[in-house]
C-alpha cells in the first residue's frame, strides 16, 4: 500500500483488498474478558461512530477497537493497579492528577449503565438501537452537557475515556489487539517500529518507500 508524503489514503482498490484480508478473521468471534454483551454492543455502535470507516479507510469496528478495550480492562491499567487510589476523592486543579475513586473499567461499566438509560430516557432505545443520527445526538450530549451518569462520574469525563480508548486502539502496534493489520497506521502513513525510518522525518516530499510493520513482525 502506498504512503505518500505525510499521509496515506487508502485506494478504492487497496481498501477493498484490506477488507476482503480481515473477512474471515472477524467472522471469528473474539470472546471478551471483561465486557458483558450489551456492554459490547454498546461499544462497538459508540466507536464506529467516534471512528467511522469512510472511503480514507476502515473503522474502530474493523480495526478491532472494542477488543483493545476490553483487553485493557484486565491490565493494571484497566484495574487502576499502578494509581493512588485511596481517599479522599475531591475536585481539584488537573494539574494534580487523575483524582476519581474509579479505575477505568469501572468508568465503563458505571458510564455505559448509565449512558444507556439515559438513551432510554430520551430516546425510547440503548445506545445500540438507536439510529445514526440520534447516536451522534447523545455522543455529543455526554461530550457537553452536565449529564451525570452515576453517583459522582460525569458524561463527559465517561465520554474522554472512550475517545481517548477509540483513538488508542485504532493506532496503537497491533500486538495490543486494536489497529487489525495496521489498518490506522496506513491512513497514517505511519512506518510502524522501522528502525530506519528517522532517515526520512525531515524529508517532507519524496513518498516513503516502504510500509508499516508491527513490534511482531507483521508488515501491512
Known amino acids: 500500500m502506498a504512503l505518500a508524503g505525510t499521509a496515506a489514503f487508502w485506494t478504492?482498490?487497496?481498501?477493498?483488498?484490506w477488507r476482503r484480508a480481515i473477512a474471515a478473521e472477524a467472522d471469528q468471534a473474539y470472546t471478551p474478558r471483561y465486557f458483558t454483551?450489551?456492554?459490547?454492543?454498546?461499544?462497538?455502535?459508540?466507536?464506529?461512530q467516534l471512528f467511522p470507516e469512510d472511503a480514507t479507510g476502515p473503522g474502530a469496528k474493523a480495526l478491532g477497537v472494542v477488543g483493545f478495550i476490553d483487553r485493557q480492562m484486565e491490565t493494571p491499567y484497566g484495574r487502576g493497579s499502578l494509581w493512588f487510589m485511596s481517599e479522599p476523592f475531591q475536585?481539584?486543579?488537573?494539574?494534580?492528577?487523575?483524582?476519581?475513586?474509579?479505575?477505568?473499567?469501572?468508568?465503563?461499566?458505571i458510564g455505559i449503565a448509565g449512558a444507556d438509560?439515559?438513551?432510554?430516557?430520551?430516546?425510547?432505545?440503548?445506545?445500540?438501537?438507536?439510529?445514526?443520527?440520534?447516536?451522534?445526538?447523545?455522543?455529543?450530549?455526554?461530550?457537553?452537557?452536565?449529564?451525570?451518569?452515576?453517583?459522582?462520574?460525569?458524561?463527559?469525563?465517561?465520554?474522554?475515556q472512550l475517545r481517548t480508548n477509540t483513538l488508542e486502539g485504532a493506532f496503537s502496534d497491533p500486538i495490543h489487539g486494536g489497529n487489525r493489520h495496521l489498518g490506522g497506521w496506513v491512513m497514517?502513513?505511519?512506518?510502524?517500529?522501522?528502525?530506519?525510518f528517522m532517515d526520512w522525518v525531515d524529508q517532507y516530499g519524496p513518498a516513503y518507500p516502504l510500509g508499516s510493520v508491527s513490534i511482531s513482525g507483521e508488515t501491512a
Open 188 to 196: 497514517l502513513g505511519f512506518p510502524g517500529a522501522r528502525a530506519d
Open 117 to 160: 438509560r439515559y438513551c432510554r430516557d430520551h430516546h425510547g432505545h440503548v445506545f445500540a438501537d438507536l439510529d445514526h443520527p440520534s447516536q451522534i445526538e447523545m455522543l455529543s450530549a455526554f461530550e457537553k452537557l452536565p449529564i451525570m451518569l452515576g453517583d459522582t462520574l460525569t458524561a463527559g469525563i465517561f465520554f474522554e
Open 12 to 17: 478504492a482498490d487497496e481498501f477493498a483488498d
Open 91 to 109: 475536585q481539584g486543579p488537573a494539574n494534580l492528577g487523575y483524582q476519581l475513586p474509579y479505575a477505568p473499567r469501572e468508568i465503563y461499566r
Open 37 to 48: 454483551p450489551d456492554e459490547w454492543r454498546f461499544l462497538e455502535a459508540a466507536t464506529e
